[in-house]
């Protein structure tokens, strides 16, 4: 690290360095628990940190500090991965029934009769394995609903108070919510009974042996150590030494035969009665403002990590809680935080046409609504000329204010695509529609949680009271009330971070991590050529132009899609956002760092696209396809100016079918393209795989027919399909859907007349088809954009087109 530090010169020693890498490294592994966990629903800070790995130990007091935990199991075998934890496991049982009830005192005979019956059943599973009655405890749970939703929230009734179960899945519902109703009765939707064994309390485990409570044992020698910035002298204790009841304070070291334990300083190790070491914080933790506002090399990877977790997380509460397929199976969603002005500061890896054009709809609440933005609001909207892209995709807005609820800080938002807003075909994502409003339902500014009170009846009618409305209104209900769930998990995650670094710290280093993104893409810049221009032909007779040039003085590209071929009336014209996400992607892109895709890396850009142009309609030009197509366009015809890529497949394939009852929708893989790297190394593309401005998955086959009356009956990689250069592309896809009943279906996609091109002398791909086989054999093939309607037994077919190669064999 001595070299390193050299390499670095900005004064810090070989010591601060290398601590540096570790401080990455804990907020790494701190970020990995608390995602997993918040995936099952679980609040770390409730718990104890269970270590374990041979070098778990060192790093076990830092994982703490940095989860908010305040103590710490150092199992004796922890140094070694085995089974030997699950042979100790408690055995479990459970068993649950639906009662639907009203929570209320008059339901309270049935749900203690239930309880009763349950409870049989656990303590008869658990006799049959060797437990006696008298050795085990049970733990009734009610898991309730809001009347008329569909979210359910556990509650214990160990307590069998009815008013405290309505407390307590109140304030549930408030944290994972925002909000909670006045006016919806409670339903106890399912009793369910958990048995386990009873946990066996060792008398040496829970009280010290005659006057050795407390005991510091002498430490064998001592070493000196680096930590929190500076070296410390730290006693040495060897395991074998130590005795049940022995306490140990920080700094230590407790060298064992398998690992190292570091008690860090503010911290003190006990020995328990069954030669555990527990290890509790004993000082409070300093706050970590005192790290300062300027910016720090490996604080800024730090908070570049935890911004990018915060979203994270709240993509896990979004999947979680959210009730559709589009959103719980496929994850077509996306979470991000922003600055108090708007700007996206950073992002979970999700959707890039979602997040780059997120911060329109951010700045459009801030704006319309100024003076006006309350703790417990929250707004919702979609609309294409007010700070949304296509009608599906509704983004869901929420400040996050200070303690004393006067200013807001920071915002949180997600946004969704609805498998279904209304418009005069199933899904919302006709081919045939002409303006906006016939594509389905507006939300433009819709304050849809108001001082924390949901507006569930004006919700209703505004997706309802419309020429074409929306066909599933309880399914988009639900999905935003999962929407505003996740950003309460983001509005928590970022008053914790201020509770823990100080607010001018935070906000320093959302600063600091905007600079940082436009420095890297200042280096990205400097490789560009002085300009470069590409055209982008498109299967509508529409084209794509755009020239890239470098101011080497400034440090700074325009991008200029002048001569982009003008609105017209069909749905690929794209709002100005749209063309702005796909130009932060592939920039952002180029940069190959690990940053998060933020605000920052357009600040060394100039984007001019002309007025009129089908970059930048007017209403009521129709745009759906703008979103999912077009946006495709500007990244293949950005990525070809750079000479970076070839063209990928260029669509989204996106299919949609649905009646009344039932809406879904899904975009469909090809194969990535080949391309050079920034160090000019060619790479092949991959087989099957979404590519650049879609990052969604395919819903899994079992769900689908579960969901739908459908069939999937065949989804295969088509081999040798990409095309072929130096560095070949990848393979696209053909996918087959029986339907079990009538439904109406569309396609909305492009390259079904030219192919994706390639790049530097690699070949082109192949262009894709849509085919539909009736039920006497015949075969229809559909146009790029078409709609038609399927009987019980007949099948769509989508063959996907194939990116290009690099590079001439």
Same mark, same amino acid.
């Given at each position: 690290f ?7 010169? *900005? %004064?810090r ?8 890498? =570790?401080?990455?490294? =804990?907020?790494n592994?701190a970020?990995? $628990?608390?995602k997993?966990?918040?995936q ?8 104890l940190?269970?270590c374990?790995?041979g070098?778990? %130990?060192?790093?076990?007091?830092l994982? /703490? ?6 103590a710490v ?8 991965l085995?089974?030997?934890g699950?042979?100790?496991?408690s ?6 029934q639906g ?14 009769a239930?309880?009763a ?5 656990v =303590?008869?599973?658990? +006799?049959?394995?060797g #437990? ?15 009347? +008329? ?12 108070? $009815?008013?405290?179960?309505r ?14 109703y006045?006016d ?11 048995g386990?064994e ?6 040496a485990?829970?009280?010290? !042996? ?13 070493r000196?150590?680096?930590?929190e ?6 006693d ?5 030494n ?6 140990v ?10 690992q190292?334990?570091?008690v ?7 020995i328990?009665?069954l030669?555990?070491?527990v290890?509790?914080?004993t000082?409070?933790?300093v706050?970590? &403002? ?6 720090d090399?490996v ?6 990590n935890?911004?990018?977790?915060i ?15 589009n959103i719980?199976?496929?994850l ?7 600055d108090?002005?708007g700007?996206?500061v ?8 979602h ?6 709809s951010?700045?459009?609440?801030i ?10 609001d ?27 609820q006067?200013?807001i ?9 609805h ?8 899904g919302?994502m006709t !081919? ?8 389905? =339902?507006?939300f433009?500014?819709?304050r #849809?949680v108001?001082?924390g009170?949901?507006r ?7 997706l ?5 409305? /929306?066909?599933?209104p ?7 009330k ?9 509005v928590a ?11 001018d710290?935070?906000? &320093? ?5 905007? *600079? ?7 280096r990205? $810049?400097?490789?560009l050529? *002085?300009?470069?221009?590409?055209e ?12 890239i ?12 899609f002048?001569?982009?071929?003008p609105?017209?009336?069909n ?23 690990m940053?998060?895709?933020? &605000? +920052?890396c357009?600040?060394? $850009?100039?984007?001019?696209?002309p ?6 309609p007017?209403?009521?030009a129709a745009?759906v396809? +703008?979103n999912?197509e ?7 015809a950005?990525?070809g ?18 009646n009344k ?10 194969g ?10 060619g790479?092949a593309?991959?087989?099957?795989v ?8 395919l ?5 689908l027919?579960?969901?739908?009356p ?5 989804f ?8 072929? %250069?130096?560095?070949?592309a990848?393979?696209?896809?053909r996918?087959?859907?029986r339907?079990?009943?009538k439904?109406e ?10 192919p994706?091109q390639?790049?530097?002398?690699g ?12 039920? *006497? ?15 019980a037994?007949?099948?769509?077919i989508?063959?996907?087109?194939? !990116? ?6």
């Amino acid at each position: 690290f001595t070299a390193l530090a050299a390499q670095i010169g *900005d %004064g810090r020693s070989p010591e601060a360095v290398a601590e540096g890498f =570790v401080t990455i490294a =804990v907020e790494n592994m701190a970020n990995a $628990i608390k995602k997993i966990s918040v995936q099952r629903g679980y609040d770390v800070t409730e718990y104890l940190l269970n270590c374990f790995g041979g070098a778990g %130990g060192q790093h076990a007091c830092l994982v /703490a500090d940095a989860l908010g935990m305040e103590a710490v199991l150092i199992h004796p075998f922890s140094g070694l991965l085995s089974a030997y934890g699950i042979g100790l496991s408690s055995v479990f049982a459970s068993r649950q029934q639906g009662l639907l009830q009203p929570l209320a005192e008059e339901s309270r005979s049935a749900i203690e009769a239930l309880i009763a019956a349950l409870r049989g059943e656990v =303590v008869a599973e658990l +006799g049959e394995q060797g #437990i006696a009655e008298g050795a085990l405890s049970t733990r009734p749970v009610l898991h309730i609903r809001y009347d +008329g939703t569909d979210t359910t929230l556990p509650v214990n009734f160990e307590h069998g108070s $009815i008013f405290r179960a309505r407390s307590d899945f109140e304030a549930a519902h408030r944290t994972q919510f925002g909000f909670v109703y006045d006016d919806k009765p409670i339903v106890v939707e399912t009793v369910a009974v958990e048995g386990m064994e009873a946990a066996r309390q060792d008398k040496a485990e829970t009280s010290a !042996p005659d006057g050795a409570a407390g005991v510091e044992p002498k430490p064998s020698e001592s070493r000196r150590i680096y930590t929190e910035g500076r070296w410390h002298e730290a006693d040495v204790y060897r395991r074998e030494n130590l005795k049940p009841s022995n306490t140990v304070a920080g700094p230590a070291l407790i060298i064992e035969p398998n690992q190292t334990i570091v008690v860090e300083p503010g911290w003190r190790a006990e020995i328990t009665g069954l030669n555990h070491v527990v290890i509790r914080r004993t000082e409070r933790k300093v706050r970590a &403002a005192a790290l300062g506002t300027e910016a720090d090399p490996v604080m800024l990877e730090v908070f570049n990590n935890l911004f990018m977790s915060i979203a994270e997380q709240m993509g896990m509460t979004l999947q979680n809680t959210a009730y559709s397929v589009n959103i719980k199976e496929r994850l077509d969603f996306s979470c991000a935080v922003f600055d108090r002005h708007g700007a996206l500061v950073a992002n979970a890896p999700h959707m890039p046409v979602h997040l780059g054009s997120m911060d329109r709809s951010v700045e459009t609440v801030i704006r319309l609504n100024s003076g006006d933005i309350h703790p417990g609001d929250v707004f919702a909207l979609n609309a294409p000329y007010n700070g949304g892209t296509h009608l599906p995709d509704i983004t869901v807005v929420t400040p996050v204010f200070d303690d004393a609820q006067s200013e807001i800080l920071f915002w949180a938002a997600s946004r969704g695509h609805h498998a279904d807003v209304g418009g005069t075909a199933p899904g919302s994502m006709t !081919p045939l529609a002409t303006t906006v409003d016939e594509e389905g =339902v507006l939300f433009d500014n819709f304050r #849809i949680v108001d001082r924390g009170r949901f507006r569930e009846k004006e919700l209703e009618t505004l997706l309802t009271d419309h020429p074409y409305p /929306a066909r599933n209104p309880t399914q988009n209900i639900a999905d935003l009330k999962a929407q505003i769930a996740a950003n309460e998990k983001g509005v928590a995650e970022l008053r914790k971070m201020v509770a823990h670094f100080g607010l001018d710290v935070v906000e &320093a280093y959302m600063g600091h991590v905007q *600079d940082n993104a436009a420095e890297s893409v200042r280096r990205v $810049i400097e490789r560009l050529p *002085d300009s470069a221009a590409y055209e982008y032909p498109t299967d509508t007779g529409q084209v794509i132009r755009v020239k890239i040039t470098v101011d080497r003085q400034k440090r700074e590209a325009t991008v200029d899609f002048t001569g982009t071929s003008p609105v017209m009336e069909n749905n690929f014209n794209a709002p100005e956002p749209v063309a702005r996400a796909a130009v932060l992607y592939a920039f952002r892109v180029m940069v190959e760092d690990m940053i998060p895709m933020n &605000a +920052g890396c357009l600040r060394p $850009i100039n984007i001019v696209i002309p007025d009129g142009s089908m970059l930048k309609p007017a209403y009521p030009a129709a745009v759906v396809a +703008g979103n999912v197509e077009t946006s495709q366009h500007v990244t293949n015809a950005l990525f070809g100016a750079m000479g970076a890529m070839a063209n990928a497949q260029g669509t989204m394939n996106n299919l949609t079918f649905g009646n009344k009852k039932y809406q879904y929708y899904e975009t469909i893989c090809s194969g990535s393209p080949a391309g050079r790297m920034n160090s000019g190394r060619g790479f092949a593309g991959t087989s099957g795989v979404h590519t650049h401005m879609t990052n969604s998955r395919l819903t899994d086959p079992e769900v689908l027919e579960l969901r739908f009356p459908v069939v999937l009956e065949d989804f295969h990689i088509r081999e040798n399909s990409g095309g072929k %250069g130096k560095w070949n592309a990848g393979d696209g896809t053909r996918r087959t859907i029986r339907f079990l009943e009538k439904m109406e279906c569309a396609i909305l996609s492009s390259h079904r007349n030219r192919p994706p091109q390639g790049l530097e002398g690699g070949g082109d791909g192949e262009v894709g088809s849509t085919k539909v086989r009736r039920k *006497d054999g015949s075969v229809d093939v559909l146009k790029a954009c078409d709609q038609t309607t399927l009987d019980a037994g007949e099948a769509v077919i989508v063959t996907t087109p194939t !990116p290009g190669a690099f590079g001439s064999a």
